[in-house]
Nanobody
């Protein structure tokens, strides 16, 4: 059974940091890009960041560029999202997803999703 399980969310003050983790299991992930999306209350889910299998290529949404870093440990089948300089507008449920496509930024390219983890940034 394929599973993506996120962890690391929580409540943090503006300017603080959090590291999200996503543990993937249930299949071979070789060649899969791993991405993070988020959905704020009342808004559509949006792309945050993606890393390709070999870890040599990443892509970020403009809103998080320079503050967030995505990286993965293929030996552990885990992808991380290091979030620094957090802002209240980063408050959302964060989802991990996997895609066989090279670093996609659109939801439709992802065929595996986690259940999400809540991140709340207070002002």
């Amino acid at each position: 059974q394929v599973q993506l399980v996120e962890s690391g969310g929580g409540l943090v003050q503006a300017g603080g940091s959090l590291r999200l983790s996503c543990a993937a299991s249930g299949r071979t992930w070789s060649g899969y890009s791993m991405g993070w999306f988020r959905q704020a209350p009342g808004k559509e889910r949006e792309f945050v960041a993606v890393v390709e299998w070999s870890r040599s290529f990443t892509s970020y949404a403009d809103s998080v560029k320079g503050r967030f870093t995505i990286f993965r440990d293929n030996a552990k089948n885990t992808v991380y999202l290091q979030m620094n300089s957090l802002k209240p507008e980063d408050t959302a449920v964060y989802y991990c997803a996997a895609s066989p496509v090279f670093v996609p930024r659109t939801e439709g390219a992802y065929n595996y999703w986690g259940q999400g983890t809540q991140v709340t940034v207070s002002s």
